[in-house]
């Protein structure tokens, strides 16, 4: 079966700019996460949703929002870039994560110069 | 901010000999998970532990996990130069749904 799919692989924006990053999880995989990579702080979550709903909230301001469509598929936004936002964005699913674990992406690649 | 720590930070071994890595933690879990990265692309999940249970084996694998001294260690044995990855620990808070806080990781390179 299909994995979860993050689009696109790689992006460079300007500061200031904003960005949508999207993720396909698993097909039937309601949970969807996000985390944010960065060699200083290493992997740290963002947010999850679940069913359309936001049931967690990671410590990033609110220049960070993210939504899920009844289809499981999210997207996350960043606006308003920063150097310092620079990162490699992952996205996970699951079906029973308390079970199972986690289905992570390949990850999005954000440059912003 | 990471919910632990993990030790040690890099580990270099040769193939065929054993890898082990050891995760600390802070709060109360409800499970405990090990994922494996190669060269900063996705992470791959290896294996899940419940707070309840004290070992477990997948393949070359095995966790430990000591809920009173909030560690946890994975061992992989007879190491291959494919098992050259960072290995993360994650923990999935009692009271936090869909939240995994995850170690700094330990860089291991295996050589052939």
């Known amino acids: 079966k299909a994995g979860v799919t993050q689009t696109p692989r790689y992006l460079i924006k300007t500061r200031g700019q904003q960005v949508t990053l999207s993720c396909s999880p698993i097909s039937g995989h309601r949970s969807v996460s996000w985390y944010q990579q960065t060699p200083g702080q290493g992997l740290q979550f963002l947010f999850e949703?679940?069913?359309?709903?936001?049931?967690n909230k990671g410590n990033f301001p609110g220049r960070f929002s993210g939504r899920q469509f009844s289809n499981s598929r999210s997207e996350m936004n960043v606006s308003t870039l920063e150097l310092g936002d620079s990162a490699l964005y992952l996205c996970?699913?699951?079906?029973?994560?308390?079970?199972?674990?986690?289905?992570f992406g390949s990850g999005t690649r954000l440059t912003v110069v | 901010s990471q919910q632990g720590e993990e030790d040690p930070q890099a580990l270099s071994i040769q193939e065929g000999e054993n890898a082990t890595m050891n995760c600390s933690y802070k709060t109360s879990i409800n499970n405990l998970q090990w994922y494996r990265q190669n060269s900063g692309r996705g992470l791959v999940h290896l294996i899940l532990i419940r707070s309840n249970e004290r070992e477990k084996h997948s393949g070359r694998l095995r966790v430990t996990l000591d809920t009173s001294k909030k560690s946890s260690s994975l061992l992989i044995t007879a190491s291959r130069a494919a098992d050259t990855a960072s290995y993360f620990c994650?923990?999935?808070?009692?009271?936090?749904?869909?939240?995994?806080?995850f170690g700094a990781g330990t860089q291991v390179v295996v050589t052939p």
């Open positions: 949703y679940f069913s359309e709903t936001q049931r």
């Open positions: 994650a923990t999935d808070a009692d009271d936090s749904w869909g939240k995994l806080q």
């Open positions: 996970a699913s699951s079906l029973q994560a308390r079970l199972d674990g986690y289905t």
